[in-house]
């Protein structure tokens, strides 16, 4: 059986490329990434050498290069990871986000279709959803109602995943989990941010009232559903993934403040994000009922497991913060960056 992965140098890609590759010996991995700011090698240092596992850099937009690796390789499974993925970027460049959001997926679903695949897992967001008030929740047949340009990006792609199913008969399926943590996030994200800011004595810039509220979940639980959903899950289908986790931004950064014994005075409210979306709260009864999934780690748990992470992994995140993995970058593969 063989896997592309793209995108399987960030954050989530990485770490659900290293559960494959140690759940599954039998299976060849491949990840494909670009290296952009945001991927990093040294993510997965500890099976680079794995004889189930190949890294290939390329841009998954890139339609002669992924045609040629889909020729190459024929993969049986294909899951896109591979995003541009913070919202904050989205808003004062969405050009990428179109770019490799849209048509990097376009790419990789023509190539599926034209190499015949056994399946096809669109990695979403429940961001596609747009925003909740005080109550309810995200089911899968919540309508789509993006807000910022990274959502529009993900809501546009998986509507053409959907069309491939549809008219090709593509064998498809989307997952949109919430919002993850965990080991190897990248410090532009809220829980690693507070972390390393609070670690150097940083303000902590808060948007808005700071009353925002997301529905967090162990990066780990999250490569577990979808591990579930491309083996189990039902052709065409989509599976929301959250671990019922909601917290507001002021909780989380309190919580890294008390764990890391520092003072309160530190938090800092800043101008809000523009089209900041105030809750999001996801229902994953389906996956859970269809395919069995319950999450390992509760959050207090996990978000104790992260910040220790932080504190005993400090030369990865002091690597990134300095420039140096990018310096890597251009010295061993050279060519673009994506958006610095
Ligand atoms: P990330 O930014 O940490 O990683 C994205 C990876 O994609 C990087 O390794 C980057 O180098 C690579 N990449 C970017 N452009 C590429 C291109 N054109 N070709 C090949 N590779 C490219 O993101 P993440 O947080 O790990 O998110 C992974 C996926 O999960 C994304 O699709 C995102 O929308 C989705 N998602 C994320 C979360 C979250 O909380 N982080 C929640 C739900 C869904
Ligand atoms: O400095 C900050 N201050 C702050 O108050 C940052 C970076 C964020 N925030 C707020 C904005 C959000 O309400 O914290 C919350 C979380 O922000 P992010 O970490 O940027 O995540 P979010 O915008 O919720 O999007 C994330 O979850 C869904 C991922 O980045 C997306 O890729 C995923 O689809």
Known sequence: MKLLVTGGAGFIGSNFVRYMVN?????NIVNLDLLTYAGNLENLKDIENAANYKFVRGDIADRE?????????KFDYVLNFAAESHVDRSITDPGIFVQTNIQGTLALLDAAKTFGVTKYLQVSTDEVYG????????T?????AANSPYSASKAGADLLVRAYHETFGLPVNITRCSNNYGPYHFPEKLIPLMIINALHDKELPIYGDGLNIRDWLHVEDHCQAIDLVLHKGRNGEVYNVGGNNERTNIEIVKTILKHLNKPESLMKFVKDRPGHDRRYAIDA????????WSPKY???TGIEQTINWYLNNREWWENIISGEYQDYVKSQYGGRLGVE
């Open 298 to 300: 509760n959050f207090d």
């Open 131 to 138: 925003t909740l008030g005080e109550t309810g929740y995200f």
């Open 65 to 73: 290069f992924i045609n040629g690796l889909f020729q190459e390789e």
């Open 140 to 144: 899968e047949d919540t309508p789509l």
């Open 285 to 292: 009864t389906k996956l859970r009922t269809e395919l069995g």
């Open 23 to 27: 759940k599954y010996p039998e299976y």
